[in-house]
């Protein structure tokens, strides 16, 4: 851009080769991006990258100032003014739920102050006084086992100063082991643990961040149940959220605002934007009870595997991971929870060194049952924990937590087959196999 004249936040007039002007604001260029492309927002709000072999000449019209520079410190805690509403603490781990769009430059950029917050979610201010906690800023692609368990004490800490609600701020790719994640670590805790994200940006006109945050707040202050849940769009459009049990949930789509779909389960509730009211859609539902009561079990194993079963998947894979030294093996097999004959050796190693390995089944819903056909048997008989109707990634999660409990092989199947939070149903509902959200019972 030096060759060009130009710097960030310039407003400027490019001519280029094709004999076409544009005019906009100069934008910082992503650290991963093209070195020699400079982006500009243009008036009607797009973005337009074009490299500089395209640009004739370039006009510099004017210079607009922005806040894109502003620094939030890890571990910053903003405490809530008092006025009598139900305190709900948000911890914050990253995504662009939090980020405010400046209108002058294009530019988004973090915001984490109260008086951001309530001008991005005005409404808010009638629910909650909501305390800021912001724990830590990643992609939720670079979440482990060892931030699941800073997330859960954070959780944790929050309720024992006397929070009605936590919000945790997430990006949505990961953000269901989370909610697993956070469902095993925190025992009895005495309100819910709202996960919320958004699937589009802030500056979007389609945006699901407004809706989504409104209702996961009115969740944390107003919710009669506790425990881990994920809160986001219940379909395409607008005024309808729904409540997702944390170990029974899953992202099936990579864009949609519904992306977040409940597995072999119902949506616990739901919320009513329009009437900022939360509709119970079922009442298996653990309800809020004492912080006394309360546990904090967050210690997860990182040495955990999850392996997907393929045609011709090569027994080599396995044999690596106990050589590599871990601990737990999650296999997501075919059908009822089967694999070819060739694993079947490295299956008995892992399990004969004191390795658990647990079966879950590809098709995400139904559940495992290794009784029905003779493969099933044969892992049966080699000692394979069936996983019956747990997610794949759920079962991985769990099986990471128990052991950070233990390693006694007998008491991991144990564990692994005893309903914790509302992981395992012991048996299948066959009106929960959905292939788009469902609507509230009324």
């Given at each position: ?8 936040f ?20 992503p650290?991963?991006g ?17 490299h ?5 000449r ?10 894109s520079?502003v620094?939030?410190?890890?571990g ?16 914050a ?5 939090m ?17 951001d917050?309530y001008?991005?979610?005005p409404?808010?201010k ?21 931030r ?13 100063d ?11 790719d990961t ?12 025992r ?15 500056d ?21 149940f506790a ?5 986001m ?9 729904a409540v ?5 949930v ?15 389960d119902?949506p616990v ?15 298996n ?6 912080v ?16 997907k079963?393929y045609?011709?998947?090569d ?17 997501e097999?075919?059908?009822?929870g089967?694999?070819r ?7 008995k190693?892992?399990?004969d060194s ?10 995400i819903?139904g ?11 044969e ?5 394979v924990?069936?996983?019956e109707d747990m997610?794949?990634e ?6 990471s ?18 309903p ?11 009106g ?10 009324r």
């Amino acid at each position: 851009m030096s060759k060009l004249g130009i710097k960030e936040f310039d407003l400027v007039r490019a001519h280029l080769r094709d004999g076409t002007a544009l005019d906009g604001v100069v934008l910082p260029r992503p650290g991963v991006g093209d070195p020699n492309v400079v982006i500009l927002k243009l008036d009607n709000g797009y973005n337009v990258g074009i490299h500089v072999s395209n640009i004739e000449r370039v006009e510099v019209l004017g210079h607009v100032e922005s806040r894109s520079a502003v620094s939030i410190p890890i571990g910053q805690f903003v405490k809530a003014e008092s006025t009598g509403l139900p305190r709900v603490r948000l911890v914050a781990t990253g995504g662009t739920i939090m980020s405010k769009v400046d209108y002058r430059t294009g530019a988004v950029y973090p915001s984490f102050s109260l008086e951001d917050l309530y001008a991005m979610y005005p409404e808010i201010k009638g629910i909650a006084d909501v305390e800021l906690l912001n724990l830590m800023a990643i992609f939720s692609e670079d979440m482990t086992p060892r931030r699941w368990a800073e997330i859960a004490e954070a959780a944790y800490r929050a309720f024992l100063d006397g929070v009605s609600g936590v919000v945790v701020l997430h990006g949505t790719d990961t953000m269901h082991y989370t909610a697993a994640a956070l469902s095993f670590a925190i025992r009895n805790p005495p309100g819910p643990i709202a996960l919320v994200g958004s699937q589009r940006s802030s500056d979007r006109p389609s945006s699901d961040a407004f809706e989504n945050m409104l209702a996961a707040v009115l969740v944390g202050a107003r919710a009669p149940f506790a425990g881990s849940y994920i809160v986001m769009h219940a379909s395409t459009n607008d005024g309808l959220i729904a409540v997702h049990r944390g170990t029974r949930v899953r992202k099936m789509h990579t864009s949609r605002r519904d992306t977040f779909i409940s597995i072999n389960d119902r949506p616990v509730a739901y919320v009513d934007i329009n009437r900022l009211e939360i509709v119970m859609n079922t009442n298996n539902y653990t309800p809020r009870s004492r912080v006394e009561d309360t546990v904090l079990m967050n210690r997860f194993d990182e040495r955990t595997a999850l392996v997907k079963f393929y045609p011709g998947m090569d027994p080599e894979i396995l044999h690596f991971l106990i050589d590599r030294g871990y601990h737990g093996i999650v296999i997501e097999g075919t059908g009822f929870g089967h694999v070819r004959e060739e694993l079947l050796d490295p299956i008995k190693r892992a399990i004969d060194s004191g390795i658990p390995v647990v079966m879950t089944s590809q098709t995400i819903f139904g559940r495992v049952n290794l009784n029905v056909y003779r493969r099933g048997v044969e892992l049966m008989k080699l000692g394979v924990i069936p996983a019956e109707d747990m997610l794949p990634e759920v079962a991985f999660v769990k099986l990471s937590w128990v052991l950070g409990q233990t390693r006694d092989l007998s008491e991991v199947r144990r564990l692994m087959l005893t309903p914790v939070a509302g992981e395992l149903n012991p048996r299948s509902d066959v009106g929960t196999y959905i292939l788009g959200p469902e609507l509230p019972r009324r």
